[in-house]
């Protein structure tokens, strides 16, 4: 069997059914033995394309997203996507096909050192030297991505690896004695949490992606309603709890809504879980929660203490330790009606400082079309988005439910994510209403995906808040630069719908508020690939916003104070 | 205050780079440097001294630990604790200086490997105290060349 062939066992025997990728030179011999077999593969048009899908499919699906590209510029291409899988801690497998092995060193043609290059970016990688090591390199590939705090695996596999014919022999048992994730969090420290939690009179929980990666949304929930305590989540957490909950905060940080930063503030009991104190959602770190006991729950040990000292720390697996949590809180059978105050301050600020903004006569205004998405999709959809002021509605706007629905680019902020992403998760979940939120610049960085979403078919909506504007660095300008425009008016703009029509997807152009929720039903409907570009109101900001370095109850705008 | 560490690394091609690349991306100085291999030809150790009051020790051993390839660190405990590290020095000497620096030398438990025309090149092994006491005393004479190696460590007694 050759290593082409091998590669092709290794992925089935991971449990994959789907690939995303382009092929090259180095990677031929891979794509003839694709050729063969029955693994889809989706080819892409641009590399950043493939990778944003495996990660999307990830997002989508909890399996671990795979990718393709040949070596040198394929490779380099799948860069931004690596980096943006590591910030979000996605499952992913990134092939590289790599020049020969007796090449390697040589500057050979369409060379590139991509495990040196990716090294600050992934969980792990590896460059296969022997053809028979392709079985353990997978299954031990698979395994890091996957477990753990989830992320990314480059496996570099040079030409000649691939041509090799040899006897396939499958992966042995699994030996890596330097990764032993813990699952289990320490009895001691989960009693702790657990008398802690019982003796606040203003808890709150601030919960963050790995809820949704340990699948602990029910653990959430139901420690949530023992205790009475409001969550407020992150936005890689929207979705690990429900907001239609009363006791649902929204998100919080820069872009938070009031309650959820106020309540933050005034704490006296902060729980973090599978979140990680990030500088957009902590504002000024000596501020941020400054009177409260702070207990944090992560997988991954680095994390606890890195920005914000801890008070009782716990490493494990989000829904193993809130589970624990949950059962020693009915052990105490305490349940004081200490935090009734709490809650009356938590749902007075809630009335006082609600998410609103101005509407404005004769203008589509985005936050609209967010709510009207929202409202069509009965918020069941899988929203995707860019990166922008649009990002930000979808996070405020959209009412998060379900886990898994709400596919970002948080940490690194990667325009250009969220059409990729959108496909990616199509492809994984096909009975779901996928819709991305695209900006108008950042739709340009990937619109060329369309072909594929057309040539395969991948029926996703893009709605396109279309503001004329690199809108949330406008926003920036217009509030901290003097209205001082550099660069951010985005002239030149296609004409979306005829883009969209010429790749042979619906295109429609919005511009009157009446045609929006017939337009998003009517994409619905098509059951094709759609692009919907809404002309919204331009210069519209995004409100709550707390300025860079300030303190997170030091919100300007949006919210009636 | 300096720490050292004591790192059982998988020996796979990489490791090093991997571990260089962290120290550098999370603002980390390395002080010295010193890797080998161990009993095990599956093991290496890397000996790494980082000063602590510039960054927290437990994110530097938190983040280290999150690299597959490293198997244990020993946050070595000074006063349990046998550290040595190893320098070439050639000094400018001639017919007239070369009694008094081989004097000193010889204070220093130092070995004279090489005697030139005009240098001597002496072998130190010791404390990083004894070895810069050394170089200390020799500098007036015209220290040409300094060839330091990493500390290595090793905790007394026990298994
Ligand atoms: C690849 C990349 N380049 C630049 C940026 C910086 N940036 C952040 S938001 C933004 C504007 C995005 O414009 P658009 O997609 O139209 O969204 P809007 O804010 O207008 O909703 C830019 C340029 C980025 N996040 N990613
Ligand atoms: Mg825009």
């Not at chain 1, 941020?288 to 920005?307: L, T």
Request: glycine share 10%; aromatic share 6%.
């Amino acid at each position: 069997m050759k290593g082409s062939e091998i590669i092709i066992e290794s992925l089935k025997a991971a449990g994959v059914d789907t690939i995303f990728g382009l092929p090259g030179g180095m990677v031929i011999p891979l794509y003839d033995a694709l050729y063969d077999s029955d693994l889809r593969h989706i080819l892409v048009r641009h590399e950043q394309g493939a990778a944003h899908m495996a990660d999307g499919y990830a997002r989508a699906t909890g399996r671990t997203g795979v990718c393709v590209a040949t070596s040198g510029p394929g490779a380099t291409n799948l860069v931004t996507g690596i980096a943006n899988a590591y910030m979000d801690s996605t499952p992913m497998i990134a092939i590289t096909g790599q020049a020969r092995s007796d090449l390697i060193g040589t500057d050979a043609f369409q060379e590139a050192d991509i495990t040196g290059i990716t090294e600050p970016i992934v969980k792990h990688s590896y460059l296969i030297k022997r053809t028979e090591d392709i079985p353990r390199v997978f299954k031990e590939a698979f395994y890091i991505a996957s477990t753990g705090r989830p992320g990314p695996v480059v496996i570099d596999i040079p030409s000649d690896m691939q041509l090799e014919d040899i006897g396939y022999k499958p992966a042995g048992r699994l030996n890596l004695p330097g990764y032993k994730p813990t699952l289990k969090g320490n009895m001691k420290q989960i009693r702790s949490a657990a008398t802690a939690i019982a003796a606040a009179e203003r808890p709150v929980i601030y919960a963050g992606g790995g809820v949704i990666t340990a699948g602990a949304e029910k653990e959430l929930l139901a420690l949530a309603k023992l205790m009475k305590i409001p969550v407020t989540t992150t936005l890689m957490g929207l979705g690990a709890f429900p907001e239609n909950n009363d006791l649902s905060l929204g998100m919080l940080g820069m872009h938070g809504t009031g309650y959820a930063n106020y309540a933050v503030t005034h704490c006296d009991l902060l729980l973090g879980v599978g979140a990680r104190f990030d500088d957009r959602v902590t504002g000024k770190i000596a501020t941020f929660a400054r009177g409260a006991k702070k207990i944090h729950i992560d997988m991954d040990p680095a994390e606890i203490s890195k920005n914000v000292p801890i008070d009782i720390p716990i490493v494990g697996d989000a829904r193993d330790v809130l589970g624990g949590i949950v059962a020693e809180l009915r052990k105490l059978k305490r349940r004081p009606k200490q935090t009734a105050a709490w809650m009356d301050q938590v749902i007075a600020w809630k009335q006082k400082h609600p998410l609103h903004y101005k509407d404005f006569k004769g203008s589509i205004m985005p936050q609209y079309v967010i709510e009207e998405i929202n409202r069509i999709s009965k918020s069941d959809a899988i929203l995707c988005t860019d990166v922008g002021q649009h990002q930000m509605w979808s996070c405020l706007f959209y009412t998060h439910i379900k886990p898994r629905h709400f596919i970002s680019s948080g940490g690194l902020g990667t325009m250009g994510f969220g059409f990729p992403a959108a496909i990616g998760a199509k492809v994984g979940r096909p009975d779901k209403i996928v819709i991305d939120i695209a900006g108008d610049g950042s739709f340009q960085m990937n619109i060329q995906e369309l072909a594929t979403a057309v040539c395969y078919d991948i029926p996703v909506v893009v709605c396109i808040l279309n503001n004329g504007f690199l809108g949330m660095v406008r926003q920036w300008q217009e509030l901290f630069w003097n209205k001082r425009y550099s660069d951010t008016v985005i002239s030149c703009q296609p004409d979306f719908a005829a883009v969209a029509e010429a790749y042979g997807a619906l295109g429609m152009t919005i511009t009157d508020k009446k045609d929006v929720s017939d337009a998003i039903r009517t994409a619905i409907k098509a059951r094709r690939p759609a692009v919907l570009d809404f002309h919204v109101r331009a210069e519209e900001n995004v409100f709550p916003m707390v300025p860079a370095g300030k303190s997170i109850d030091e919100m300007i705008g949006g919210h009636r104070t | 205050m300096k720490h050292t560490l004591s790192v059982l690394v998988e020996n796979k091609p990489g490791v090093l780079a991997r571990i260089a690349g962290l120290f550098s991306r999370r603002g980390f100085n390395i002080d010295s440097l010193a890797v080998g291999i161990t009993e095990d030809p599956d093991v290496s150790r890397m000996t790494i001294t980082v000063d602590a009051a510039e960054h927290p020790i437990e994110q530097v051993t938190k983040q280290l630990h999150k690299l597959i390839n490293v198997i244990k660190i020993t946050d070595l405990d000074p006063e349990r604790t046998v550290a040595r590290e190893l320098s070439l020095v050639k000094v400018s000497t001639d017919a007239k200086t070369r009694g008094e620096v081989m004097q000193i030398a010889e204070i220093f438990r130092a070995r004279i490997l090489d005697v030139g025309k005009k240098s001597l090149t002496i072998e130190v092994t010791g404390t990083t105290g004894k070895i810069e006491a050394l170089e200390q005393l020799l500098r007036p004479h015209g220290v040409v060349e300094i060839v330091r190696t990493g500390r290595v460590a090793i905790e007394r007694g026990g298994k």
